[in-house]
């Protein structure tokens, strides 16, 4: 099956600085979807994004199917944004099967 | 509020017990799914159905029994619990199939086994 590496595993800012996290798929990305788990446990949607670049307030992602990874960028963060932060794909199967990455831990400080 | 919704939110209970956790979906998806994860916070999927019909049954052991009664319901049964169940485990449902659509998790359960 696809493999899905995330980078950085850790990632600590101050509040305002902005971040670019990154997802590298070892075979061809369809369907991506981005993730945050808030400090509390709770999984959200940020982004489904088969291609292309996706907008939403200050977080963006962009996927390059072609080149197999995809960016999540964090403009100005806020210590609300931290949490860990996933990237999921089908990879080819379907009914849901997304493999997901190990995951970037990212911490926002006052 | 339209939502995934799975309860209880905690289970702690003895090996060699047998648990139930139920989840309700309110948007109209199509599939639901179980997602396990471990306590490096890796998610896997264990399971997907779609409109009461299993499609995913990913080598999970057969202590675990899904059971969908409609489409906006999936509940899972584990018998025999195993100190290796503990983890936390997210219902989550799609409009139709979850590698073509966005997948929304429920708040999770976090079971512990002792």
């Known amino acids: 099956g696809i493999q899905v590496e995330q980078s950085p595993p850790d990632l600590i800012l101050q509040e305002g600085a902005n971040s670019t996290l990154r997802c590298n798929f070892s075979d061809s990305v369809n369907n991506l979807q981005w993730f945050h788990q808030n400090p509390w446990g709770q999984l959200i949607n940020l982004f489904y994004?088969?291609?292309g670049t996706k907008q939403n307030g200050r977080l963006s992602a962009t996927t390059v199917a072609t080149e197999r990874y995809s960016l999540l960028y964090i403009s100005s963060s806020q210590t609300t944004d931290s949490g860990v932060y996933f990237c999921?794909?089908?990879?080819?199967?379907?009914?849901?099967?997304?493999?997901f990455g190990q995951g970037t831990i990212l911490t926002v400080h006052p | 509020d339209t939502a995934v919704s799975q309860t209880p939110k905690y289970l702690v209970t003895q090996m060699g017990n047998d648990k139930s956790i139920k989840c309700e979906q309110n948007l109209g998806h199509d599939t639901m799914y179980w997602y396990k994860q471990d306590s490096k916070k890796f998610l896997k999927i264990m399971f997907s159905y779609n409109n009461k019909e299993l499609i995913i049954n990913e080598t999970v052991p057969n202590r675990f029994s899904p059971k969908s009664p409609d489409k906006a319901h999936l509940n899972l049964h584990i018998n025999s619990l195993e100190l290796g169940d503990s983890a936390v485990y997210f219902c989550?449902?799609?409009?139709?199939?979850?590698?073509?659509?966005?997948?929304?998790f429920g708040n999770g359960t976090r079971l512990t086994v002792t």
């Open positions: 999921a794909s089908p990879g080819g199967t379907s009914y849901g099967k997304l493999t």
């Open positions: 989550a449902s799609s409009p139709w199939d979850g590698a073509n659509s966005p997948l929304h």
């Open positions: 994004i088969p291609s």
